[in-house]
């Protein structure tokens, strides 16, 4: 049994008990007696028993997405927690909430710390310190082989709770790590909740600090095998739509997957131009990627970005989105 605990404000650590014991030597097993063939024919008084019917093997129900489950988790980061700064106990609360819920599922966790450097974030100050990207992999996850990953960031601006900034994505990929676990996915799919999204001054070196610190760490086979990236983020405002946008620097080749996947699954998207989300980080290093969500909103980055701004039912259409998308390999 695996446990999470906080060894600093934001970085994971994973503590692992087992035990064994020592067994004693089986013993020799007996000679076996020679066996004896018997033919015996039934008296006519005997009736022959019935051949057995076969018990058809249950076919298993395919996982649907559970737009309350999602929305669960808004109301507990925004509701609960609250605002989670980059480098703050709070975040360390938020990432110690997302590892104890996809442990049970079966994901094999680990934590990315890095530095990030002082700044002001959306107008409030914010000190040096430390954050995390905290990573799910499926049994047997092998980051050298083909793979995708599936992200949202767990922080936000100092003074907000961050309901849709982004408790939204980080709910949409929990219930999406639930479904493939319960049915994976022709390819793995890695989860990532990346720490330090939000920016600490102008300009990209102030900005999504955990994605850009996850593809430097990549080595050049683990890029090679990251298929696709998708960033969940701002996915829950009401909308007739789903955003499905690119930074217009790379290929759009995922960006039309996921339209396909979404015109299959029956729910209207409109494709956009971003550069605001982790997906620009994969972009810039020529990764095929791709961002969901960016519904403009009154309380963006703001003490007003409470759960009553997130609609499950935009939550549904961007989980059915991403797991029409994930069904195609």
Known sequence: MA?????TAAALVLTVSACSGDGDEPASAPTPSPSLSVTRTPSPTETPSPTPTPTPTPTPTPPVFDPAAAYAVVEHLAGTIG?????????GQAAQYVADTLAP?????????????????????????????LIADPPGFDPARPHVVVGAHLDTVPQAPGAEDNASGIGVMIELARMAAAQPPGLPVRFVAFGAEEPRGDGDSLHHFGSQFYVRELTAEQA???????SLDRVGVAAD????????R?????????????????????TCENRSSDHWSFEKVDLPSARLGSIPYDGYHSAADVPDVVDPAQLDRVGTVVWAWLGTY
């Open 241 to 248: 739509h789903v955003p499905v946008c690119t930074g217009g």
């Open 250 to 270: 790379g290929t759009t080749a995922l960006r039309d997957a996921l339209v396909a996947a979404a015109a299959t699954a029956a729910v209207p998207v409109q």
């Open 224 to 230: 090679a095998a990251t298929t696709g990236m998708v």
């Open 3 to 7: 446990r999470y605990r906080l060894a």
């Open 83 to 91: 605002p989670r700064e980059a480098t703050s106990p709070a975040f």
């Open 105 to 133: 599922l079966g994901y094999q966790l680990s934590s990315q710390p890095f530095e990030v450097p002082a700044g002001n974030s959306w107008g409030v100050d914010v000190a040096a310190g430390t954050s995390a990207n």
